[in-house]
């Protein structure tokens, strides 16, 4: 009993993974990040396996595309109330290191007449969810959270109909793969010895199923619509590893074992208008529903010698949310576009359930890219976002951290596409 009560409590208070925006990622196309990353009411290009593959079929031609980006993010946190001496808290800040998602695409389809030129068929490969997050070990929520390290794959094969020549339909089978890595100092003693404090860690591979279907309308030459949605993915962990280093006269109670998990990758769906005011100017908006409430609790089973499995169930209580996008595209030159954008985004993370590695509050978001085009297949895409978090104090409700947190974020894109 002794034992699976220290392993409860040394554990409990681990997060599964997360990051910007509950743990969404939204950088799939260079080009669309640079206006907003609006993309699933525009005319299409290779993108559209991930933004809205209704509209993939009225491509005229074939492309491919791949791009990176790189996210440098900074979180700050003060403690709430004074020191011993009665002085405030000072500001502690994380060291993460530099992400970079990325995606690849591809998109292939007969040419000709007859009913095989209504077809695309395409392929993505792409990072919409990941985190890395590093406090250290010496700051003072390390009993919540040290770091955390995720990798999340997205492999979308994908076929698109056109039906008419202004509306298609799409969908795509998505098979993710990924792995996790967390680690946090677990804190063990008893009075009088002195505590001890060691590294607790959690890692595993994952993986999960899921799809994503869309479909685009251009009524008028001025006008399009599109409608996308991204099922729920439920990433499973079913042999990772749990270690407990350097604790001290407890360790012979913590033998490295075996846990399972399963952590959503939530559904979105979303809705898109691109407005073609004239041969040089785009204009688009679009609306992202995130279905966060799947997040309801951490679920994790941890296998015990001798004791079988101790069930951990770690409320967090998410709420679904809204994101709203607006861009526009100018053709400033012949072979140079420009692009601005903005999206507000309404956190999912109730009071109450704010983490170390989900200091998360409702954001503003700064877009600015361009393409530049050599001849009439390649064009070379880059963009830059500037992420505002609103500052937030809060009270964990099962680790009683309290206090602010302030996150901002820089974010490069580069990418590359051809046509042909």
Sequence with gaps: MIKK???????????????????????????????????????????????????????EKNSISAGVSFISAKTAFQQSGTTANGTAHPVETN?????????????????????????????????????SVDWGTSWSGRAALSSISLRSICIQPTVSFKITDNFGIGAGFVY??????????????????????????????????????????????????????????????????????????????????S???????????????GVYVNEKLTLSGELNYGAWSAYDALKINYGVQGTGWVNINSPRNYSDNFVF?????????????????YAYAITPVPNG??????????????????????????????????????????TNTETNIRGTYKTNATVGALGVAYSF
Excluded: C
């Design 5 to 59: 009560t220290l392993l409860a409590a040394t554990f409990a208070a681990l997060p599964f993974l997360a990051n910007a925006q509950g743990y969404w990622v939204y950088l799939q196309s260079a080009r669309h990040t640079g206006m907003g990353h609006v993309g699933v009411g525009l005319r299409p290009d290779a993108s559209s396996i991930f933004m809205n593959p209704g509209s993939t079929s009225l491509m």
């Design 95 to 131: 060291n993460n290191p530099i992400s970079t998602p990325f995606y690849l695409y591809g998109v292939w389809g007969p040419k000709g007449e007859g009913l095989a030129s209504k077809f695309k068929f395409g392929l993505g490969v792409y990072t919409p969810f990941g985190s």
């Design 176 to 257: 993710s793969v990924g792995g996790v890595n967390l680690q946090r100092v677990a804190r063990t003693g008893f009075s009088p010895n002195p505590a001890t404090e060691g590294l607790a860690e959690l890692d595993g591979a994952a993986n999960g199923m899921g799809f994503n279907v869309g479909i685009f309308y251009q009524p008028i030459k001025q006008v399009s619509f599109g409608i996308s949605y991204r099922s729920q993915i439920d990433m499973t962990v079913d042999n990772g590893t749990a270690t407990m280093n350097n604790i001290g006269s407890v360790s012979p109670l913590f033998p490295t074992t």
């Design 259 to 273: 846990f399972k998990a399963t952590l959503p990758l939530p559904a979105i769906a979303s809705f898109g208008v």
């Design 325 to 341: 996008r607006v861009g526009g595209e100018y053709k400033l030159m012949e072979n140079l576009d420009v692009r601005l954008g």
């Design 353 to 394: 359930s704010m983490t170390p590695e989900t200091p998360d509050a409702n954001r503003n978001n700064f877009f600015a890219g361009a393409s530049y085009r050599i001849g009439e297949s390649l064009r070379i895409d880059a963009a830059l976002q500037l992420v505002n978090v609103d500052a937030r104090t809060d």
